[in-house]
């Protein structure tokens, strides 16, 4: 297989509905549209998400670290590049870039998925893919991305409450990827949505939620343009994410 089958492209439009009040690209759109090259790289190589989940597995995505030159625009037709980086253990990479007009690159992405059990909740080791699957080395976005740990000495205020309901829930029954990017902006104040712009977003998903699950949304202040957020229940938690700011 040579690198032009690696390296999956598909192009995308924002639409009147993926836009926000400043019409811009709504990050959780952003994130779908990844996802979804993502899941079309997969069935390009021969993995079928309906063989998938036959056969008990499914992918589960650890952590994303995005780079944000700038937000696309209302109406903007964006080309999609993402191939596999390769796996360390049981963790797959997934680089991804994502270009304008003229060929401008408008973010680039590096995310860590895992195989797993849907059934049992536990990671599978790479072989278990009933494909191979060869990485891509002609290009590179960087190492594999590390997790999200807020620091102790971070204080954290509650911002909401949030209850999981139909609307954000993927075909597993979780709350979708993407929509996590919604909490974390639904966070912000709206001074911080009106004057300042992501520069890089990052987010590691610790634990699965389902509807019905209630989640506490707690969020940092602007400090050195960064605000850190944490979704749990209790002692639980279930997310947490840095958006840069600037």
């Known amino acids: ?81 993402t191939w596999s980086k390769g796996t360390k253990g049981p963790l797959w990479q997934r680089d991804y870039r994502v270009f304008g007009a003229e060929e401008e690159e408008v973010a680039a992405g590096r995310s860590i998925w895992a195989l797993v059990d849907i059934h049992k909740r536990r990671i599978l080791r790479p072989t278990a893919l009933p494909v191979q699957v060869e990485a891509y080395t002609g290009d590179s976005v960087g190492n594999m991305p590390e997790k999200v740990a807020i620091p102790q000495n971070i204080e954290l205020s509650e911002a909401f409450q949030y209850e999981v309901r139909y609307s954000g829930l993927d075909i597993n029954g979780h709350l979708n990827n993407a929509r996590y990017a919604d909490l974390c902006y639904d966070a912000l104040t709206a001074g911080e949505l009106q004057t300042l712009d992501l520069r890089r977003f990052q987010i590691t998903y610790i634990k699965e939620s389902k509807r019905g699950d209630n989640l506490c949304i707690l969020r940092s202040a602007l400090t050195d343009g960064r605000i850190f957020i944490r979704g749990q229940a209790e002692d639980t938690v279930y997310f947490e994410a840095c958006l840069h700011l600037g």
């Open 1 to 81: 297989m040579d690198n032009k089958q690696l390296i999956w492209i598909e192009e995308r439009t924002v639409h009147m509905s993926d836009a926000d009040f400043r019409m811009g690209c709504r990050l959780s759109v952003l994130l779908d549209m990844l996802q979804q090259a993502a899941d079309s790289a997969a069935n390009d190589l021969g993995i079928n998400w309906r063989e998938l989940l036959a056969a008990g597995m499914g992918w589960m995505l650890m952590t994303l670290d995005l780079d944000v030159r700038r937000i696309p625009k209302l109406g903007e037709t964006l080309s999609i590049r």
